[in-house]
Every structure is written in C-alpha cells, then in structure tokens.
C-alpha cells in the first residue's frame, strides 16, 4: 500500500513540469490526482503517464466559469479533496516601459485570480486537515529587470498564501505556498525562443549559489509536504531555489 492510499488530489496546471512531477509522485504512492491544463494533448499525454488513478480535464485556469466546472466535477469524482495544488500559472517577460495592459491582465488573470477563485471553489470540499498548497516565486522577494507584472501577481500569491490560511484555519485546513527557482521546468521554452531559453537557463544556473537549477522532482516533494506532512505549518512560503532568496 503506497503512502496516499486513498487520499484524492487535485493539481492545477499538472500537465507539465512540477505540476506533472507532483502529479506523479502522488500517484506512484497511491494518490487518486486529477490534474488540469488548457491543451488537451498534453493532459492526454499526461495521463497516459500517469495511469488508472489519474484524471485530467481541461480547464482554464483564468476562466471562472471553468474553474466552477472544475469544482463540480471533483465534487463528482471524488466527493472530497485531501489536498489542492493551486499551481497552473505563466510567465511574461517585458520591460517596465514596455508591459502592455494585455499582458499585465493575462498575468493577473492567470497567476492571481486563478489560484484565488480556484482555492474558493474548491474549499468546500476539502477535508478537515486538508493542505492547499499554491505556487509563488523568488521574484516576490527579488527586484529582477523584466519581470515586474509577473512578479507583482506572485507576491499578490503570497499575501493570499496568509489570509488564506487564516480564513481556513477553523476548518484546520492549512494553506502553504512553495516559491521554486531557477527550476528547468519547460516554461521558459514556452515563453521564448528555445536558444534564448538555453542562455537565460544557463545565466540562472551560474548566478545560483549551487550553480546549477532546480528539478521538477524536488518541487514536488517540496510540494507533497507542505500538503501532507507539515501539520503544523500554515501561513508559510517554503523555497525550494538553491538558497538564492536568502544567500
């Protein structure tokens, strides 16, 4: 018997990279995960990965009306939720002078009012000491170039990441946030051309204090605790980044 026998989870944003590599830890200890994205061939391909205990449906983590869809289908699924990873997020690049309101709305819409409304939804069916665990970033606590609207959704995470926590606590439902970076998670290559992603991957590696980046694998045993294991922790931001927000 795996260590989640029994336990279900839902994953947004779990077609792909830590999201995907939670999705896969979860269920190779006999978690029931189902997991979102937008683009169908990557969550069929996903669960295909993943096997019989996985479920992928496709949901607009931006769109409101897809994120109560969502919650009625886990409510149908699964009844209850023992753990939520808010996760599903994208990045942008862009100087300060140069951030169009297209992209800053895209940016909020994705990475703030998702994970809000998505936690909202779904908190009606989370267990008693059920864990939410949702996705911020260095860049809330670092001033790096290009990346301000981006940076400014992900800080707004991590103040959701508290009064979240406080308004679930007479629930005992804990809410966590995990802050990963640099991490080769295939975002980059989604954002920009593949020789540019491989030059900026390369910079992060050497700017961070153990040289090298992050793997999808160990965000998402970052992740698995925060969701099962640390029972008494809630309100907090755990970064899993090579020490490079605090050294």
Known sequence: MGKYEGRNVVITGGSSGFGLATAQLLVDEGARVLITGRNRT?????????????????????????????????????????????NAGVNGFAPFEETSEELFDQLMAVNAKGPYFTVQKLAPLLAEDGGVVLTTSVVNVLGLPMLSAYAAGKAA??????????????????????????????????????????????????????????????????????????TFTTGAELAVDGGGSQL
């Open 157 to 230: 995470l991590r103040s959701m990441t508290r009064s979240l926590a406080r308004e679930l606590l007479p629930r005992g439902i804990r809410v966590n946030a995990v802050s990963p970076d640099p991490i080769d998670s295939g975002i980059l290559e989604k954002s920009m051309p593949r020789q540019a992603a491989e030059q900026t991957k390369a910079q992060m590696a050497a700017d961070n204090p153990m040289l090298r980046l992050d793997t999808p694998a160990e965000v998402a045993r970052a992740v698995v605790f925060l969701a099962f294991e640390a």
């Open 42 to 86: 990557a969550l069929d391909a996903a669960r295909d990965r993943l096997g019989g205990n996985a479920v992928a449906v496709r949901s607009d983590a931006a769109s409101l009306p897809d994120i109560e869809a969502l919650a009625d289908r886990v409510k149908t699924r699964f009844g209850t939720v023992d753990a939520l990873f808010a």
